[in-house]
């Protein structure tokens, strides 16, 4: 079954990419990769593609560590990504990526299957995370909350469905990691606590509920828990 590595995120897009014919705009065919038509969102969707090289080298690191795996694959993507024209065609960047270089990124991927635990998102499940971010969202604007604490969560949600749109590049620990965020500092804030206590635990219940059904549904360890306590037995010590 496939895991969620770096290596396989990557693959995928190159393996898309190649797919596109070379004569497109650049910048068209990135758009297409990468979910969106918004420039400014996939100008920051391509840094994120950028920095997967890195964290392909550092799960490599992690996970693989007696293993003589070259980085001329990391070479030929930075090269690839320096060089582009964005306002030219797409050969600019796919031209310069051989299918050497991604047969060995997959190789790489299919090597980190083998050791890492944490299971993919479907389509379905972040639709599902989605839609209880909308449904969050709502509980927000309606709880009778001062307007910091109203601005707060909201902007914490915006962060959190960026995660889940960018789940396909970035993976789900940025989508616990903003999760995270909101229940660390209920847990640890006491004067938060008590405004969250009084008008908002509805929308903690919520949050907890979603981080749940990503660690449910991926295997992943909740990334605020160093200990073995369960993630709503801290939130109900918090909240009682």
Known sequence: MPTDNP?????????????????????????????????????????????????????????????????????VLNNAFTNQHMAGQWASFIGQVDDTTIHFVGMIAKLLNREVSVQVLTDDKLAELAAGIEGLRSTVLEADLDRDTTRYLLRQLRRLKKAIDEYHITGGEPILDSVEVVLGRVVCDPPFREKMKDKGQAIVEGLAILANAVTVATGMAPLMLATAVPLMELIREAIP
Request: proline share 4%; glycine share 8%; charged share 25%.
């Open 7 to 75: 290596a396989a995120r990557l693959h995928e897009i190159l393996r898309r990419g190649k797919a596109i014919k070379k004569d497109v705009p650049c910048l068209g065919a990135w758009m297409t990769l990468l979910g969106t038509q918004n420039r400014e969102e996939v100008h920051a969707r391509v840094g994120a593609v950028m920095g997967l090289p890195e964290a392909v080298k550092q799960a490599i690191a992690l996970h693989l560590p007696e293993d003589d795996i070259s980085d001329h694959w990391a070479n």
